[in-house]
C-alpha cells in the first residue's frame, strides 16, 4: 500500500540512504511455482479483468490501475478498474460481492486486510476467476495465482538504516503506522524494528497507529514529542501517516530536527522533501506492481507458467537527488 504500498529483500543490511545515492531495491522474483492456475481458452484477449485497489484515491494506487490498464488494453482485455473509498474491510467487501456476481476471469486486489477477506477470495477462485493479489495479501497461502507486491521488510530495514544515519545513531525513534493486521505495513515495521536493534544508543519507543488518518499521526507526534524530548526520529508506515507527521512536526516548530523517513512517493510528500519536512522517502514501483500483475494474469489465462511470488523494485529518494532521472520516474501519480 502505499498503504498504501506499500514488500523482502535480503543481503546487505549496512546503511543504504545516502543523499543522491539511489538504491535499487530490485526484489527477485520467486520462482518456486510454475502453476499456471488453469488452462488457458483462446488466450488473454478479451477476457475480462477487474482490478480493486485498497483506496481508489491514493496516488500509489492510481499510478498501479494506469499501469495495469494499459498494459491490460495492449493485451486486449476487457479492463475494469475500482477501488474502496478508505482503507476499511467493510468498504471493499461490496465491491468483492459485486466481482462475485459478475464472475470476471480475472481479479486483481489489494485485500485491506489479512484475513478477513478470505472467504470471499477463496469463493470467488472456486468459480473460476483467477485471483491476482497486488500489492497487500492474505495469510492464506492457497489465495492467488500470484502475489506481486514491493520487498517491504526489506523497505523498513531501509528506512531504519537512513533514520539512524540521520540520527547520529542515538535519540528515541517513533514508529506510527495505520493499523494492525495490514501485510505490507505489518512487513515495514518489522524490517524498521528490527534493523534498529542494531543500534544500541537509539531507544524505540512503542508504535502507534492512526487508522489511516493524518490528524490523528499529527497529534501522535506532538503527543510523543512533549513525552519525549529526545525524539530525533519517525518511520511514517505509509503515505496519509507521513503526511500527518510531517503537519504535525511543522505545527511544533520541529521541522527538520526531527528526521522523518516515510515510504512512497506521492505529490505531498515530494513537496513535503523540497521543504525538508521529510528527509527521506522509499518508494515503491507501483506501476509496475500493475503491469506484472497483467502479465501473470495473462500467462495464466494462455496456459503458460506463472510466478507465484513476484518482487518489485524501490528506491530512495533525498532532495538531493530526487530530479535525476532514475529516481524521478517513481515519483507517483494523481492521474493517468
Not at 72 to 80: E, I, Q
Not at 225 to 245: E, R, S, V, Y
Amino acid at each position: 500500500m502505499s498503504k498504501s504500498s506499500m514488500s523482502s529483500m535480503r543481503g546487505n543490511r549496512r546503511p543504504l540512504v545516502a543523499a543522491g545515492v539511489v538504491l535499487a531495491l530490485t526484489g527477485a522474483a520467486a520462482c518456486g511455482s510454475s502453476d499456471s492456475g488453469g488452462s488457458g481458452s483462446g488466450g488473454a484477449a478479451h477476457k475480462k479483468v477487474r482490478l480493486i485497489t485498497g483506496v481508489k484515491s491514493d496516488p500509489f494506487y492510481i499510478t498501479m490501475t494506469c499501469a495495469a490498464k494499459a498494459e491490460a488494453k495492449a493485451k486486449g482485455m476487457d479492463f475494469t478498474a475500482d477501488g474502496s473509498a478508505q482503507w476499511d474491510v467493510s468498504v471493499q467487501r461490496p465491491l468483492l460481492d459485486s466481482v462475485a456476481a459478475a464472475r470476471p476471469d480475472g481479479l486483481l486486489i489489494s485485500p485491506v486486510d489479512t484475513s478477513a477477506l478470505t472467504p470471499s477470495l477463496k469463493q470467488i477462485q472456486s468459480s473460476g476467476t483467477k485471483v491476482a493479489l497486488v500489492d497487500t495479501t492474505v495469510s492464506d497461502s492457497s489465495v492467488g495465482i500470484t502475489r506481486v507486491s514491493s520487498d517491504n521488510e526489506k523497505g523498513g530495514r531501509v528506512a531504519a538504516d537512513a533514520l539512524a544515519k540521520l540520527m547520529n545513531e542515538k535519540g528515541s525513534v517513533i514508529v506510527i503506522s495505520v493499523k494492525p493486521g495490514v501485510s505490507t505495513t505489518d512487513a515495514r515495521i518489522k524490517g524498521f524494528t528490527e534493523e534498529m536493534a542494531k543500534y544500541p544508543d537509539i531507544k524505540v519507543l512503542p508504535t502507534l497507529y492512526d487508522n489511516d488518518l493524518p490528524a490523528t499521526a499529527a497529534s501522535q507526534i506532538q503527543s510523543t514529542l512533549a513525552a519525549h524530548p529526545d525524539l530525533g526520529g519517525a518511520f511514517a508506515g505509509n503515505t496519509n501517516t507521513g503526511q500527518g507527521i510531517a503537519t504535525g512536526l511543522k505545527q511544533a516548530g520541529k521541522q527538520g530536527k526531527v528526521k522523518v523517513a516515510a515510504f512512497d512517493a506521492e505529490p505531498d510528500e515530494i513537496a513535503a522533501l523540497k521543504a525538508g519536512t521529510l528527509q527521506v522517502l522509499v518508494a515503491q514501483d507501483p506501476a509496475g506492481i500493475g503491469r506484472q500483475a497483467v502479465d501473470q494474469l495473462a500467462a495464466a489465462f494462455e496456459g503458460k507458467s506463472v510466478e507465484k511470488s513476484v518482487g518489485t523494485g524501490m528506491v530512495a529518494i533525498t532532495k538531493a537527488n530526487m530530479n535525476q532521472p532514475s529516481v524521478s520516474k517513481y515519483l507517483y501519480k494523481s492521474g493517468c
